[in-house]
């Protein structure tokens, strides 16, 4: 039976399987990472296929874009876990398997006889990552949560949007995303330990935990002046010269002059060469103290250049530069084309094809070469049961029959 997937498998960690019990969106993305970087991805589904397959509004051959822009490079397995059979099948995918993730509510998998302490005793180096929103444990464990909700508590979402106007939640998913990197990172460490120990480890992330960590210099300027930061619109709020200004034809362009040597550059190119000698802006301190008048005087002098002309000279100047662009001119960037970042998937079918951004980590020796569309709900669990379990055919017929397993499953049609 042919591998469903790039064969000889490549990637640094090609030689690594992963037990996929994730949905939505933090799980999957970690799961993807570790399919970026070569491992066998074993995506163990419930009848019916995880949730985001059926996301609206937009869909590819039945499944919809968001399932597609994280489930790259893995094998989907449909498993009832209510049933005996279907448990035994998850419990031999565990010994197969060198790491397990999962983002179910904690207390979930332990009410499925499938949560850490119930396999460790037997597997000792079995490597578990439990992803959720608060921690398994803590007053809040079992409160629910999706991305907004922990920028909001993280205390992020109040330093996001315009100074004086309402928190906004950042564009881009980051509570999800982030949560999903750590739980790579965290189940990385785990396995370098177990090659040197042989032993396992259970890693528990936490959405909050994580965008916590991620107010860095912010909490640590709390920590020193008890005052907590507030808005930071679309500047920095303690460098000046990092901000955003409107240029001439109306473009919105960032840049970063806080050195002398950019912030010199700067000045002489907008016509306001004074600026950098002036003892309210010459030293860091001083520019900060008089911020307003410093960046008002800039915002004037922006709008006598075009944007392109912003940009071929200070780019030209070596100067950190770049307009606000939307996503579609982003993705249009001949700079992530030449990376590799768009990458166009082709499943079985003519339908079967889809564009999603592309892995941003470049491997020089061992990097993956070919990336696998998403799987179709229950195409390789024939194949998984097979040569991953070693199940013999009658086994495999027997357990579909009973519908513990099942190897075909149809997405809901797009309303």
């Not at 074993?42 to 949730?51: F, M, R, V």
């Not at 010199?264 to 950098?276: A, I, M, Q």
């Not at 709900?377 to 049961?385: C, N, T």
Request: net charge neutral.
């Amino acid at each position: 039976m042919p591998m469903p997937s790039d064969s000889p498998r490549s990637g640094p960690l090609s030689h690594i399987k992963v037990l996929d019990l994730t949905t939505h969106l933090a799980g999957p993305y970690a799961t993807m990472i570790f399919g970026d970087l070569g491992a066998q991805v074993i995506k163990l589904e419930a009848p019916g296929g995880e949730s985001t397959r059926h996301m609206p509004p937009h869909y590819i051959a039945g499944n919809s874009t968001y399932f597609h822009s994280i489930n790259r490079n893995k094998q989907s397995i449909i498993v009832d876990l209510k049933s005996p059979e279907g448990k035994q099948v998850a419990m031999d995918l565990v010994d197969e398997c060198d790491i397990v993730i999962e983002n179910a509510r904690p207390g979930v998998m332990k009410r499925l006889g499938l949560a850490y302490d119930d396999l460790a005793p037997t597997r000792p180096g079995l490597i578990y990552c439990s992803l959720s929103g608060f921690g398994q444990d803590g007053p809040d464990r079992d409160l629910p949560a999706l991305d907004i909700i922990v920028q909001a508590l993280s205390g992020g979402m109040s330093m996001t949007g315009e100074k004086g106007g309402k928190a906004v939640r950042a564009g881009l998913p980051i509570g999800d995303v982030c949560a999903g990197m750590y739980c790579v990172i965290g189940s990385l460490a785990a396995l370098a330990r177990r090659t040197a120990t042989g032993e396992g480890d259970y890693i528990d992330v936490a959405m909050l935990d994580v965008q916590v960590a991620f107010l860095t210099y912010q909490a640590a300027a709390y920590f020193h002046t008890g005052k907590a930061p507030g808005r930071q619109g679309r500047e920095h709020d303690m460098i000046p010269l990092i901000n955003c200004f409107e240029a001439k034809d109306g473009v919105e362009v960032v840049i970063a002059g806080n050195s002398a040597t950019n912030f010199k550059t700067l000045s002489d190119f907008l016509g306001v060469p004074e600026l950098p000698e002036d003892p309210r802006y010459k030293e860091p301190r001083e520019r900060l103290k008089n911020k307003e008048s410093l960046v008002a005087t800039l915002r004037d002098a922006f709008k006598t250049k075009t944007s392109v002309e912003i940009m071929a000279h200070l780019r030209k100047e070596g100067m950190p530069v770049g307009i606000v662009n939307t996503v579609d001119k982003a993705l249009d960037s001949a700079q992530l084309k030449h990376r590799n970042m768009i990458l166009d998937l082709k499943g079985d079918s003519e339908e079967e094809r889809a564009r999603v951004v592309g892995d941003p980590i470049k491997i020089r020796k061992a990097g993956r070469k070919t990336h696998t569309y998403a799987p179709r709900l229950g195409a390789d669990s024939r194949y998984i049961l097979n040569e991953v379990l070693g199940y013999d055919s009658g086994k495999i017929d027997a357990l579909i029959e009973s519908g513990a397993v099942q190897e075909k499953g149809l997405a809901k049609a797009a309303e």
